[in-house]
């Protein structure tokens, strides 16, 4: 098989939770120009898809992804960066809850993209590691941001000056995963979680997702979507009765910084 068809992202939806793998098992799962170039396509139309209420994304087998593909770095003027950060930027930007579920390597754009996850799940054994230094790169200054948002800058500082690669336990304890997991406990935990995920009130995730990152000019859109969606009234009237709610708000793509 030509190994230019083994490197692609794939995905599945099932049961509201899309499911997105990366997958280049020749060169653990490292993400070539073209599967960066594919990844927000595929983001979109996710987005668009009114059935898919979370995202997971995850790798191959025993690993989550190492990095950007290092032979796109050898040619002059080489746009790997440039389409990593596009790639990052669509994730982060995604509508509805994301969750990263790691194995193995998560280094370098690997690390960009859980870090541009929502949530990080991570299997005991996982490693972390965002590694520019190692190859005398800038690291983009939007996935810097994101990174010292995520863990603090004396965390991100030691990533990013080292180069060295981190365990669960300090990537738990910096904040750079939520959760870890016993070997062989990621994949259930996960499912669980995201069906959880996708059992709640899109209304409030949609906002809670613009609030936390940091959109200050939307209070007033979601008041009013809050008054119209009518699941405020059916949550209160699931609690009372003891039922399972039937929120009925769908988040569409999301909107534009200063929309």
């Not at 990174?147 to 304890?173: C, D, H, Q, W, Y």
């Not at 809050?226 to 009925?248: I, L």
Request: hydrophobic share 45%; proline share 5%; glycine share 10%.
């Amino acid at each position: 098989m030509d190994p230019r068809e083994q490197a692609r992202v794939e995905h599945t939806v099932t049961d509201g939770v899309a499911t997105v793998v990366i997958s280049n098992s020749a060169k653990r799962n490292a993400m070539s120009a073209d599967m960066w170039r594919s990844l927000p396509v595929l983001l979109e139309r996710l987005a668009a898809d009114p059935a898919v209420r979370v995202l997971v994304l995850t790798g191959a087998g025993d690993t989550f992804c190492a990095g950007a593909d290092i032979t796109s770095l050898r040619e002059p003027g080489s746009r790997a960066q440039e389409l990593a950060v596009r790639a990052e930027e669509a994730l982060a930007a995604f509508p509805r809850p994301t969750l990263a579920a790691v194995r193995g390597f998560c280094v370098g754009g690997g690390s960009q993209l859980a870090a541009a996850c929502d949530l990080r799940f991570a299997e005991e054994g996982a490693s972390f590691g965002v590694t520019p230094a190692k190859l005398g790169i800038v690291y983009p200054a939007s996935s810097t941001r994101r990174l010292v948002a995520l863990i603090g800058p004396a965390a991100a500082k030691f990533l990013l000056f080292s180069g060295e690669l981190i365990g669960t336990e300090r990537a738990l304890r910096t904040g750079l995963v939520d959760e870890v997991l016993p070997a062989g406990g990621l994949e259930a935990r996960v499912k669980a979680f995201a069906q959880v995920l996708a059992s709640r009130s899109q209304l409030t995730q949609a906002a809670a997702k613009e609030f936390a990152d940091g959109r200050e000019d939307r209070d007033a859109h979601w008041s009013e979507q809050a008054r119209g969606s009518g699941d405020t009234a059916e949550g209160v009237a699931a609690f009372m009765e003891r039922r399972t709610p039937r929120f009925t708000w769908v988040t569409g793509p999301a909107a534009p910084t200063g929309g």
